[in-house]
């Protein structure tokens, strides 16, 4: 079935970094974009990047511009996502998904991993 | 704050119909396609609709949603427990280049 297993969360403290993984299976990998979704303790949901099918088109919310970089590895099916210059607000269950009939749709997420930045 | 306004929280007892509304702008709503989440609490999100009204597979048809100009809703009809959970709209902004949400909405089976 399809299946998207986030990995690499952990505990780190403001400035450090830490990898994400995205591991796909049970889809065509290079037909789909992938999505970055991150939810803080009891908030809602805040976007944070996407990777397009093939590579070439990466967009990043404001708040994470210039820290975090998104990847694609086409012959392993996984998505990273590299986070550096860590902030508190970071702290968040971080969920890959992927793009459904459209770039804006998320047809199928992720358990999730999780980030916590703490000093 | 969220770009996209939803209502914190609606309810009602089992049978009966709720509607979440999902109030954007004409650089969001008003130009782009509109989907909306389920999330459970405690597990992570799952696509109710697509494309503003399409179900996903699988997705009873007690769920419907519609939208017009710059605001979206979303229908669930014949309330169940199971359906006690947070609900999302999401869409592109062409202003701001992102994807934004809802804040979420909460419904409670009375």
């Known amino acids: 079935q399809v299946r998207l297993v986030e990995s690499g969360g952990g505990v780190a403290q403001p400035g450090n970094s830490l990898s994400l993984s995205c591991a796909a299976s049970?889809?065509?990998?290079?037909?789909?974009?992938i999505h970055w979704v991150r939810q803080s303790p009891g908030m809602g949901l805040q976007w944070v990047t996407f990777i397009s099918k093939d590579g070439r088109t990466k967009n990043y919310s404001d708040s994470v511009k210039g820290r975090f970089t998104i990847s694609r590895d086409q012959s392993k099916n996984i998505v990273y996502l590299q986070m550096s210059g860590l902030r508190l607000e970071d702290t968040a269950l971080y969920y890959c998904?992927?793009?459904?009939?459209?770039?804006?749709?998320?047809?199928?997420w992720g358990k999730g991993t999780t980030v916590t930045v703490i000093s | 704050q969220s770009v996209l306004t939803q209502p914190p929280s609606v309810s009602a007892a089992p049978g009966q119909k709720v509607t979440i509304s999902c109030s954007g702008t004409r650089s969001n709503i008003g130009v782009s396609l509109v989907s909306w989440y389920q999330q459970v609490p405690g597990t992570a999100p799952k696509l109710l609709i697509y494309d503003n009204h399409n179900r996903a597979s699988g997705i009873p048809d007690r769920f419907s949603a519609s939208k017009s100009g710059t605001s979206a809703a979303l229908d669930i009809t014949g309330l169940q427990t199971g359906d006690e959970a947070d609900y999302y709209c999401?869409?592109?902004?062409?202003?701001?280049?992102?994807?934004?949400f809802g804040g979420g909405t909460k419904v409670t089976v009375l």
């Open positions: 998904a992927k793009t459904g009939s459209t770039y804006s749709t998320m047809d199928v």
């Open positions: 049970g889809f065509n990998f290079i037909s789909s974009g």
């Open positions: 999401g869409t592109w902004d062409t202003s701001l280049t992102t994807i934004v």
